[in-house]
């Protein structure tokens, strides 16, 4: 199970042009839009990267509020190959990553497997990543599940992390996932 205490979102290159060719695009973010309210709502910190923003562009500007930590730039896939992500990973003692973003199939999927060889309880948003070819998104996910990853919703995983009907966030929860 997922906790407050041991969770860290990481939100991986929700950038520019890129982000809008993904399939379906406006759902991936409403439901990144849900994932970011409710981990906040729930005191679970995040961490965002960035793909060559030189030429790929920033973060999104409707995610923009809930960053609080300089988005981390990086141009290995895989989020782990950059140093400094790795860095503030470690920073936090966090060993429960859940990951978002795009795309599902080069920067999630790699940014996973990175995570599982470091020893990390590692969780993808299947409804939180997306990539353009919607059949690249269906076999990454399927073979990051054979690989040992947790699959879940954004609703199932703000849910687990609750926990509880009587925790202060519960109201908050519920009407972010309304």
Do not use: W
Request: hydrophobic residues 40%; negative net charge; proline residues 4%.
């Amino acid at each position: 199970m997922l906790t407050k205490d041991n969770a860290i979102l990481v939100f991986i290159d929700v950038q520019g042009k890129l982000s809008e060719r993904v399939e379906d695009s406006e759902a991936l973010f409403e439901n990144l839009r849900r994932l970011l309210k409710g981990v906040t709502a729930l005191d679970v910190p995040v961490l965002v990267t960035e793909q060559i923003p030189e030429k790929l562009g920033p973060t999104r500007e409707e995610f923009q509020e809930f960053i609080t930590e300089p988005p981390i730039s990086k141009s290995s896939f895989g989020c782990c190959g950059e140093p400094a992500f790795f860095q503030a990973l470690e920073k936090t003692g966090r060993k429960q990553v859940i990951l978002c973003g795009i795309e599902t199939h080069v920067c999630v999927y790699q940014t996973a497997l990175q995570l599982l060889a470091t020893d990390h309880e590692v969780t993808v948003v299947t409804d939180a990543v997306s990539s353009r070819d919607p059949a690249n998104k269906t076999l990454a996910l399927r073979r990051l599940e054979n690989e040992g990853i947790q699959l879940t919703g954004t609703e199932m995983l703000l849910f687990e992390i609750l926990g509880d009907a009587k925790d202060p966030a519960f109201k908050s929860i519920l009407n972010i996932v309304k």
